[in-house]
Each structure stands twice: as structure tokens, then as C-alpha cells.
């Protein structure tokens, strides 16, 4: 049974810093692109970072260029979103998924979800 657990939401002030965390089980990570969505209330659930099954490509929709940073612990099962620089646009729901695929262009559909962490921006 795939499993993917989301940790590391929670308030930050704007200009602050948070890492998320996605730990994985019952498939092999390692074979996987994975990526991290966001939904911010009100709007349409958006791609922000993905990273393929080796690491080598990744991916970052334009408003996070330069502020996020995704990387992978295959060894460890997890994934890891490092968000510097928020600002209150960034308040969503941020949820892990193991994508279809991820490439320097874009990344695919999410073919399974975790439940979500809440992330909030706000002085």
C-alpha cells in the first residue's frame, strides 16, 4: 500500500524559512519521480517542484524560482521541499505525490497523494 506522509507545515513569518518533508513507503522511492503541489483556498490545486527517480532533473513553476529547493533521500525514503524567502502567496496546502514523470520543462500528474500540510505565511 502506498503511503506518502507529509511533515514541517506550520506559521512562518514572511521572509521566513520552512523545509517539508515527504517520507515514503510500500513502493520503491527510488523508481519514482516525486513531485510537491500546493492549493492555496479558492484556487486550483498548482505543481511547484518536482524531482525525477535520480535526481538529476527537477522542475519549478516560475513563482518559485530561486526560493524553493527540492531534493530526495532515497536511502531514507524522503523527499524534502527547503521554501526560503515566503511570502504570504505561498499559504496553501502543500501536498506530496509520486508523479508520472518530471523533466526541466514541466512534471506530470500525480498518480498518488498524501494527505497535505498546511503551510501559512503571515506576519
Known amino acids: 500500500q502506498v503511503q506518502l506522509v507529509e511533515s514541517g507545515g506550520g506559521l512562518v513569518q514572511p521572509g521566513g524559512s520552512q523545509r517539508l518533508s515527504c517520507t515514503a513507503s510500500?513502493?520503491?522511492?527510488?523508481?519514482?519521480?516525486m513531485g510537491w503541489f500546493r492549493q492555496a483556498p479558492g484556487k486550483e490545486r498548482e505543481g511547484v517542484s518536482c524531482?525525477?527517480?535520480?535526481?538529476?532533473?527537477?522542475y519549478y513553476t516560475d513563482s518559485v524560482k530561486g526560493r524553493f529547493t527540492i531534493s530526495r533521500d532515497n536511502a531514507k525514503k524522503t523527499m524534502y521541499l527547503q521554501m526560503n524567502s515566503l511570502k504570504p502567496e505561498d499559504t496553501a496546502v502543500y501536498y506530496c505525490?509520486?508523479?508520472?514523470?518530471?523533466?526541466?520543462?514541466?512534471?506530470?500528474?500525480?498518480?498518488?497523494w498524501g494527505q497535505g500540510t498546511q503551510v501559512t505565511v503571515s506576519s
Open positions: 524531482i525525477s527517480s535520480s535526481g538529476i532533473s527537477t
Open positions: 510500500g513502493f520503491t522511492l527510488e523508481s519514482y519521480s
Open positions: 505525490a509520486r508523479n508520472r514523470w518530471c523533466a526541466k520543462h514541466g512534471m506530470g500528474a500525480a498518480v498518488n
